[in-house]
């Protein structure tokens, strides 16, 4: 099994939906992010969590939430959806011990929001 | 100035020769250096680490840091054409010495002829 799974794989949706976005991972790491990515613009930082207490801002937070269930459950919501949200999403997990600056990542989500 | 810079390519080398992939930083603090290897719609996967300045050999894979420059390579020998890919470089950044996350270049993209 994977130890990092993301769902759904993939979603179709319309402006102004609620979506939600589902990360687990069986690692057992501490800090859990959330990316999107978009041709030409990379991968971007959307938010990230080092505990169960703890949440952080990304750099492109805005019409977006998340959640930390467990130490090993993460969820993006996106409250209303709009077409410039259609992206590639990614969850990632890093251990807080040694190598604590890599990153493991899901398989994606794409989201295309109509 | 984007924080971690690379050109998007496409890099096209021959099959057998050596892919010299490049990506410069803006913060001089920065302590960790990845490259990660992506394919097309599929999640990035980790190929290199590298934290002090020099060589770092895994395989056919090279990653180089110099600090003082701000620069970090990546050096494919015997490239093949499963190694066609977008390449990520990125780097942690954080404070007091701690790494809070990763920044990521726009990925570059190599392909190798056969």
């Known amino acids: 099994d994977a130890d990092v799974t993301q769902t759904p794989r993939n979603r179709i949706t319309k402006t102004g939906k609620r979506i939600m976005l589902e990360c687990s991972q069986t690692k057992g790491h501490d800090r859990m992010y959330w990316y999107r990515q978009d041709p030409g613009l990379g991968l971007r930082l959307i938010y990230y969590?080092?505990?169960?207490?703890?949440?952080n801002k990304g750099e492109i937070s805005d019409g977006y939430s998340v959640s930390r269930q467990a130490q090993a459950k993460f969820s993006l919501s996106l409250e209303s959806a709009i077409p410039n949200q259609t992206a590639l999403y990614f969850c990632?997990?890093?251990?807080?011990?040694?190598?604590?600056?890599?990153?493991?990542f899901g398989p994606g989500t794409r989201l295309t929001v109509l | 100035q984007k924080e971690v810079e690379q050109n998007s390519g496409p890099l096209s080398v021959p099959e057998g020769a050596i892919a010299s992939l490049n990506c410069t930083y803006s913060?001089?603090?920065?302590?960790?250096f990845f490259w990660y290897r992506q394919y097309s719609g599929k999640s990035p996967e980790l190929i290199m680490s590298?934290?002090?300045?020099g060589d770092k050999e895994d395989g056919r894979f090279t990653a180089q840091l110099n600090k003082a420059s701000q620069y970090v390579s990546l050096l494919i020998r015997d490239s093949q054409p499963s190694d066609s890919a977008t390449y990520l470089c990125a780097v942690g950044m954080g404070y007091g010495g701690a790494t809070n996350k990763l920044i990521f270049g726009t990925g570059t993209l190599l392909a190798v002829q056969p």
């Open positions: 590298i934290y002090s300045n």
């Open positions: 913060d001089r603090v920065s302590q960790s």
């Open positions: 969590s080092f505990d169960v207490k703890d949440i």
């Open positions: 990632a997990t890093s251990d807080l011990g040694e190598n604590t600056d890599t990153q493991y």
